[in-house]
């Protein structure tokens, strides 16, 4: 029997999710057939609010945004490459540009299981929900960050995306939708994002670098990367768990008006991994395992 203390992120998911449905009559669920058997009491109890589409992301979508411009919360669930990239065009017109509000909540990550294969893997999700205005992107690193961020999310308006994955840090972190400071160091700043942290301590071991660490990237967190370099040298590394340098432009614009240097971890955008293998064997090709971090450290530091 798993509990709430060894649940993973999608199990409190979906008992942060039930319990919400419970107590506030404005939220509503839409699935596309992932994780149905999780939300099956919710499903039987407000067939008005709770609905299971199928396998009919884009219609998903279209259903979300007519229940926000009806007045509810919509939460809208799926594995992130049916979440945000098959039905972007329904995430762009029938959420942002109707300017309305909803919660999208993936798993799947980039590669959280290999052996479904390349159709359920979506490492350029983040990259795309920020070609889009106005959008919170979280990716908590462990269960606790997972609750808090998604319970702060139902109770909002705005469009947020929550990344999910069945990866996750040894400990939870605060959740302040900012930077948090990990270690200190005087020649450079790592910012390990979400399930990465757990790598960067690893690979940053007996090194003098700060490291940050957020599971919130969208809005990002620009005094808070200055006031670190301002207290090491103007060095950064951002480690990633999706696309490589999709928060280049963030660290660029933080520290546009002093000369710094930057450098990303995350999945390669030159190349197609085809074989199916473990999430490890992926982190590694990927350069997002201990050495990998380690060895970018050590490249970013050398003039």
């Known amino acids: 029997m798993t509990t709430l203390d060894t649940a993973t992120m999608r199990e409190v998911f979906a008992a942060t999710v039930t319990e919400a449905l419970d107590q506030d009559p404005r939220l509503a669920l839409v699935l596309a ?35 926000a ?18 039905p972007f065009e329904q995430i762009k017109l029938d959420l942002g540009h109707q300017d309305v509000g909803a919660v999208l909540v993936s798993i799947g990550a980039s590669y959280d299981n290999p052996a ?13 929900i920020d070609t889009l205005p106005g959008w919170t992107v979280h990716v908590p690193g462990h269960p606790d960050e997972a609750a808090t961020l998604l319970t702060g999310a139902l109770a909002a308006d705005n469009r947020v995306y929550v990344r999910l994955s069945a990866r996750a840090n040894t400990a939870p972190h605060p959740v302040t939708g900012g930077f948090v400071p990990v270690r200190h160091g005087s020649l450079g700043v790592v910012l390990a994002v979400g399930p990465t942290l757990d790598a960067v301590l690893a690979g940053t071991e007996g090194l003098d670098v700060s490291v940050l660490y957020t599971p919130t990237v969208r809005p990002f967190d620009r005094a ?36 710094h240097r930057q450098r990303s971890v995350g999945v390669r955008r030159d190349l197609e991994v085809r074989a199916y293998g473990t999430p490890q064997e992926h982190d590694a090709v990927h350069g997002l395992d201990a050495a990998g971090v380690a060895r970018a450290v050590r490249e970013l530091l050398v003039w």
């Open 33 to 67: 057939a992932i994780s149905a058997d999780l939300f099956a009491g919710p499903l039987r109890a407000y067939p008005d609010r709770a609905v299971d589409l199928g396998i009919r992301e884009q219609a998903m979508i279209g259903v979300a945004g007519g229940l």
């Open 69 to 86: 411009l009806a007045g509810f919360r919509p939460v809208v669930h799926t594995y992130a490459p049916f979440l945000i990239e098959r």
């Open 116 to 128: 479904m294969g390349r159709t359920h893997q979506a490492p350029g999700d983040v990259a795309l």
């Open 224 to 259: 808070g990367l200055r006031a670190a370099v301002e207290s090491a040298a103007p060095n950064v590394l951002v480690v990633e768990p999706y696309l490589r340098g999709t928060s280049a432009a963030e660290v660029a614009e933080a520290l546009a008006d002093r000369p």
